[in-house]
């Protein structure tokens, strides 16, 4: 049924009608001239090309040294475009040809607007509030990303760096999140949905862990090991306090403030696993599906941040068991990266493009991300080795003095040493 109603509603879309009523007919008197979309892309872009090709040959060739300097002095062969877009005559064509094309482009963002606007009728049901929050995110992100040229071409890297460098970064990040979601706008904008459904192979940990009774004992395992988890919180973040005075000076600043961030990072994705098994896909998708997105970036943020702590509390200190505990660490940090970088590419293919087999890979690299942070977190048992977690009464130097007895422990809590 959803199949034949998306083939009637483009049927009448090509018509002229949308759901059986007539298109509004818009005439246009008195026009001043007739451009086709064509020879209007083409003028959006030869303008800032060909200065550009211009710019790179009269820099490259006339002012080799000039456009090739760096800030530390190593030798360069490339000339950024910065640089020969930041020299004079070639910074006054390039900021005329950015000039040229800042209006066309600008007016782009709009019609892409009003022509995803337009084709609403054509996206499927379930995708359609996505799809209007992501038409209005896909205009200013374009509008955003012209501006930023604009103002990238008249604010130099000469005349004045941080600016230039500052409103290169985001003109980079909104160009690239506009890509994105104008080809998922279009993609679905021009495709007929179906109800067609995929066959899956390995159930995700969601599933698996969703039903019942298994989401009893998850929950049961996850509840008992949440407690000894969050523990080690406290004590990674006592180790590397007590062993600043191993990191080298100059970074001893970035160690007290990764200290506290990596506390916070562990802290995150303790909880979110613990939100995540007693909050399951079933009782409320949108809040596990969220939950699960925050567990994963805390996750690998802490993998990292933990594994830089690492490095930099033992260099010069190193034991063996501190190697291979290093060594385990960021094997198991690329192993997760890459599962996660596989765990995104397919679910964009299972949803997005519901391709057969997407959603069994996206399991796969579950599972791998899975059992990668339980075996890093694994490694704590080497970083903790030769202590023990005891429980209680603490005796105060007072009492003990009081009974002849005064004892030294030091930093590892390894030895005591008593005298009378």
């Not at 080809?183 to 995929?198: A, D, N």
């Not at 509840?223 to 191993?246: D, I």
Request: hydrophobic share 45%.
């Amino acid at each position: 049924m959803a199949n034949c109603d998306a083939e009637l509603k483009m049927k009448s879309a090509q018509n002229g009608t949308v759901d059986g009523q007539p298109k509004k007919q818009v005439q246009v008197n008195n026009v001043i001239f007739n451009l086709d979309m064509w020879t209007y892309a083409i003028l959006c872009t030869i303008f800032p090309a060909s200065s550009l090709i211009i710019c790179f040959l009269t820099g490259f060739f006339f002012r080799f040294d000039e456009v090739n300097a760096t800030m530390c002095g190593v030798q360069n062969y490339i000339p950024s475009i910065s640089a020969v877009t930041g020299i004079t005559p070639q910074t006054y064509l390039w900021r005329t040809s950015i000039g040229l094309q800042a209006a066309p482009r600008l007016s782009v963002c709009f019609f892409y607007y009003n022509q995803y606007r337009n084709k609403m009728h054509q996206v499927a049901p379930h995708r359609l509030a996505w799809f209007q929050i992501l038409v209005r995110l896909n205009f200013w992100l374009n509008f955003i990303e012209n501006c930023c040229l604009i103002l990238v071409a008249f604010i130099t890297n000469r005349e004045n760096y941080p600016a230039h460098e500052k409103i290169f970064i985001v003109f980079m990040v909104s160009s690239l999140c506009y890509m994105l979601t104008n080809t998922i706008l279009f993609k679905w904008s021009r495709e007929g949905y179906s109800t067609e459904v995929v066959q899956n192979y390995i159930p995700s940990i969601s599933a698996v862990t969703g039903i019942t009774p298994q989401t009893y004992l998850w929950r049961t395992s996850i509840g008992l090991q949440a407690a000894p988890r969050l523990s080690v919180c406290f004590f990674y973040y006592n180790q590397y306090r007590n062993k600043m005075h191993q990191v080298a000076p100059h970074r001893l600043a970035w160690f007290q403030i990764l200290v506290r961030l990596n506390f916070w990072l562990n802290f995150i994705e303790n909880c979110c696993l613990i939100l995540v098994a007693f909050i399951t896909n079933r009782e409320n998708y949108p809040a596990h599906e969220k939950i699960f997105i925050v567990f994963m970036v805390s996750s690998l943020c802490y993998m990292l941040t933990n594994t830089i702590l690492f490095k930099w509390s033992r260099e010069g200190y190193s034991t063996e068991v501190d190697k291979k505990s290093y060594r385990w660490k960021k094997a198991m940090f690329v192993l997760s990266m890459v599962a996660t970088a596989g765990l995104i590419f397919f679910f964009i293919q299972h949803r997005l493009y519901c391709t057969h087999g997407a959603f069994s890979w996206f399991s796969f690299c579950e599972y791998f991300i899975a059992y990668g942070n339980m075996a890093y977190h694994f490694t704590g048992y080497l970083d903790f080795k030769g202590l023990s977690v005891v429980c209680g009464n603490i005796t105060s130097d007072e009492s003990a003095t009081s009974n002849g007895t005064t004892e030294h422990v030091n930093n590892n809590g390894r030895q005591k040493a008593k005298s009378h």
